[in-house]
Nanobody
Framework: QVQLVESGGGLVQAGGSLSLSCAAS????????MGWYRQAPGKQRELVAS???????NYADSVKGRFTISRDNAKNTVYLQMSSLKPEDTAVYYC??????????????WGQGTQVTVSS
């Protein structure tokens, strides 16, 4: 089996910074895209940023220039550096691993979610 374990998050004032990390554990051969999604109360889950195995990145317009996604393929870990945080960034942030090829087959995985709260 594969597990995604997230860390980071917490409470920060507007304008501050936070970092998230997500490590995939298990016997993994490869992972296609890795990314971060978020879901605020009463809203749908939305893509924040994603990164391909080759390092191609994609960002939501709302976070461009403020968030940076990166990954370490050797560690099966994805990171999200968030700066200039705004109250509207408050949400539960979920890590996603797309097309994980592991000893049991091929499937997508989600992390358990980590709360990010930005106070005004």
């Amino acid at each position: 089996q594969v597990q995604l374990v997230e860390s980071g998050g917490g409470l920060v004032q507007a304008g501050g910074s936070l970092s998230l990390s997500c490590a995939a554990s298990g016997i993994i051969f490869s992972i296609n895209d890795m990314g971060w999604y978020r879901q605020a109360p009463g809203k749908q889950r939305e893509l924040v940023a994603s990164i391909s195995s080759g390092g191609v990145t994609n960002y939501a317009d709302s976070v461009k220039g403020r968030f940076t996604i990166s990954r370490d393929n050797a560690k099966n870990t994805v990171y999200l550096q968030m700066s200039s945080l705004k109250p509207e960034d408050t949400a539960v942030y979920y890590c996603n691993a797309d097309s994980v090829w592991f000893i049991g087959g091929l499937r997508d995985y989600w992390g358990q979610g980590t709360q990010v709260t930005v106070s005004s």
